[in-house]
């Protein structure tokens, strides 16, 4: 299953709304993993099921969407969350991220 | 608290095999809750699952890497394992280990991550 994200840079202010797209080739139901990566640093699980919030994850991040397409939301944009965002599908072998996308500040 | 720590060479020449370890402290790799993977990023660019195991030593490996993997569990040492046999300079990358979620599922846990470097 090819995961397809875009945009591939997303420029946005401090405080703003981020939303990101993850598009799945197909179907992944809802087995849809969000990471966030900052530089130089390991992945670090954001959202796993679509929505659920894994521990410690601040309420600002939250996931929506099923099937082929998913969402992830960042509503007030702080400084440690200018990052690189991957989605990885879960449904099918084998496992398959995104290409990413690079929220940067605007 | 969990922690996932790989080690290994930092360099390994082309057509060789390199080989890598994942120490896991502060649980048990035995839990029946978990499986254990490998995934890879080489430099700027995007995350590659390599392969994923249980502590029964069940299996599960990306096609795209062929026959070239291997990997292993050694529960008495609280530690898994990593081999990728004939490596070429496309195998130059950060590796991680991780713990999977439920199931052999998403990555919840992770490594630091280890570069290691294909060059004569």
């Given at each position: 299953t090819v995961m397809t994200q875009s945009p591939a840079t997303l420029s946005v202010s401090p405080g703003e709304r981020a939303t990101l797209t993850c598009r799945a080739s197909q179907s992944v139901t809802s087995n849809l993993a969000w990471y966030q990566q900052r530089p130089g640093q390991a992945p670090r699980l954001l959202?796993?099921?679509?929505s659920l919030r894994a521990t410690g994850i601040p309420a600002r991040f939250s996931g929506s969407g099923s099937g082929t397409e998913f969402t992830l939301t960042i509503s007030s944009l702080q400084s440690e969350d200018f990052a690189i965002y991957y989605c990885q599908q879960y449904?099918?072998?084998?496992r398959t991220f995104g290409q990413g996308t690079k929220v940067e500040i605007k | 608290q969990l922690q996932l720590q790989e080690s290994g060479p930092g360099l390994v020449k082309p057509s060789e095999t390199l080989s890598l370890t994942c120490s896991v402290s502060g649980g048990s790799i035995s839990s029946a809750s978990y499986y254990w993977g490998w995934i890879r990023q080489p430099p700027g660019k995007a995350l590659e699952w390599i392969g994923t195991i249980y502590h029964s030593g069940a299996t599960y490996y990306n096609p795209s890497l062929n026959s070239r993997v291997t990997l292993s569990i050694d529960t008495s040492r609280n530690q898994f394992s990593l081999k990728l046999s004939s490596?070429?300079?496309?195998?130059t990358a950060v590796y991680y280990c991780a713990r999977l979620g439920?199931?052999?599922?998403?990555?919840?846990l992770w490594g630091q991550g280890t570069l290691v470097t294909v060059s004569s």
């Open positions: 959202i796993f099921g679509v449904n099918s072998w084998p | 490596v070429t300079a496309a195998d439920g199931g052999h599922s998403y990555f919840q």
